[in-house]
């Protein structure tokens, strides 16, 4: 079988990898790929945003299956353009790719479905919003309604903060469009965690939770990032509670959006808070998560791309999934200054000495090979250090010796991955 994967980041990576590993595959093609994607397969510059352009190289090299990796070509149709071509695509439709493109449309279909939430409420006027949010009172969490690379949203401490969020997001405009809207929701307490479910319109299959670490900083301190790090399984996500979520929150949200005419096929990413009531959403995307999807890559042991091709094909109600019980953990190395301004085509060296620690591998999210065959950073999220062993804390000790085997100055990471887990130990 022959898949075009889209996408160039450091899930792309990981999904590359582990597609590789199939018996069923037999061309892989990965649009645009990075600098880590390219040691592995054939990488072509196609945007992942370029819908016509994926869909033509999809026709060019046959496949049998497109395997969409990032957001943004979900929301733009990529998954139609390829069912109007009669190619397999693993995403959903833009129909579906609501539940990430539109945070209101999410809490819509939620409450439709009975999933429990938080308390919300969407506005496109700074001063409405402000009345709303006195009116609350902090922590507050403010919300940009549309695609921001996962940095529209602020958990407010204090009024002042949120007040500063609407008026950024409103006013100034710092997410562009995707900030024309904004929600307001309640901050809601408790742990959380990520959790994935392989969905194919009628039936979903619950991976494993993981929990990821937004903020920056370490201590969660600094504002919210695309993720610094994540480990798998999260101790506090217990089966019972997986249970819980599959029940209350992702099976009734597959009826309302089938009962909507958008059945979702694909992977749908629940971000849940394990508060005192139980698991409630706290948004849905419709992709693997990034970090999250490396170290979910790294424990599973069953063919992926079986699974993917089961769940394009509405055959997933009897499939099982087998994982490995040991741990991973992923800690990012961004570009110092990420989320803000970051210089770009830096030199990472020591790549072979990080990859030689055991149990690691270094997946590449925004590298490039410079002239002279070396490895460039050109985005802020760079590389994911990935380790597994049979301990969490084993595994956080080989992903941060990895870290340090690297010879990259203008590089940094959080040194807390896994702190909820394993304390500040």
Same mark, same amino acid.
């Given at each position: 079988m022959k898949v075009l994967l889209v996408g160039g980041g450091g899930r792309e990576h990981a !999904?590359?990898?582990? =597609? !590789?590993?199939?018996?069923? =595959?037999?061309? !892989?093609? @990965? *649009?645009?790929?990075?600098?880590?994607?390219?040691r592995i397969a054939e990488?072509?510059?196609?945007?992942?945003?370029d819908v016509?352009?994926? =869909? *033509?190289?999809?026709?060019?090299?046959e496949v049998d299956l497109v395997v969409v990796g990032p957001e943004a070509p979900l929301t733009l149709g990529l998954a139609d353009a390829c069912a109007e071509a009669g190619i397999r695509c693993f995403g959903p439709s833009a129909a579906a790719a609501r539940l990430e493109g539109s945070k209101s449309f999410t809490r819509e279909v939620a409450e439709a479905a009975g999933v429990p939430g938080a308390e919300w409420a969407c506005f496109t006027d700074s001063a409405e919003a402000m009345a709303y949010v006195r009116a609350k009172g902090a922590p507050i969490v403010i919300k940009a309604d549309g695609l921001a690379a996962g940095k529209g949203v602020v958990v407010a401490a204090t009024l002042e903060e949120a007040e500063a969020a609407v008026t950024d997001m409103l006013d100034g405009g710092i997410h562009g469009a995707a900030g024309a809207s904004i929600l307001v929701e309640e901050c809601l307490a408790g742990e959380e965690v990520s959790f994935f479910a392989l969905c194919d319109g009628s039936h979903a299959l619950p991976l494993v939770g993981a929990q990821d670490h937004k903020r920056v900083g370490d201590g969660d301190t600094g504002p919210n990032t695309g993720g610094m790090g994540a480990y798998s399984p999260a101790p506090a996500f217990t089966e019972a509670l997986q249970a819980e979520a599959m029940e209350r929150i992702v099976r009734p949200t597959l009826a309302e959006m089938a009962r909507r005419g958008a059945p979702f096929r694909g992977v749908l990413f629940a971000g849940l808070m394990l508060t005192a009531q139980g698991p409630k959403l706290i948004e849905y995307n419709v992709r693997f998560g990034d970090p999250e999807c490396q170290v979910l890559m790294t424990r599973l042991r069953s063919d992926l791309l079986a699974a993917l091709i089961a769940a394009c094909d509405g055959e997933l109600?009897?499939?099982?999934?087998?994982?490995? +019980?040991?741990?991973?953990?992923v800690v990012v190395v961004a570009a110092r200054g990420y989320p803000g301004a970051y210089a770009k085509n830096t030199a990472i060296r020591g790549l072979d000495e990080a990859g030689a620690v055991p149990g690691v @591998? @270094?997946?590449?999210?925004?590298?490039?090979?410079? +002239?002279?065959?070396?490895?460039l950073a050109t985005g802020g999220r760079v590389l994911g250090v990935t380790a597994t062993a049979p301990t969490l804390r084993a595994a956080r000790d080989a992903a941060y010796a990895a870290v340090d085997a690297l010879d990259w100055p203008e590089g940094f990471c959080r040194r807390d991955i896994g702190w909820r887990a394993l304390g500040a130990g």
């Open positions: !999904l590359a990898r582990k =597609l !590789l590993d199939s018996s069923l =595959l037999t061309g !892989l093609w @990965v *649009a645009p790929g990075n600098a880590g994607i390219a990488c072509l510059p196609v945007a992942a945003e016509a352009g994926q =869909l *033509a190289l999809a026709k060019e090299k109600k009897d499939f099982g999934l087998r994982w490995s +019980p040991d741990p991973a953990m @591998v @270094v997946y590449h999210a925004g590298t490039s090979a410079g +002239p002279g065959g070396e490895i």
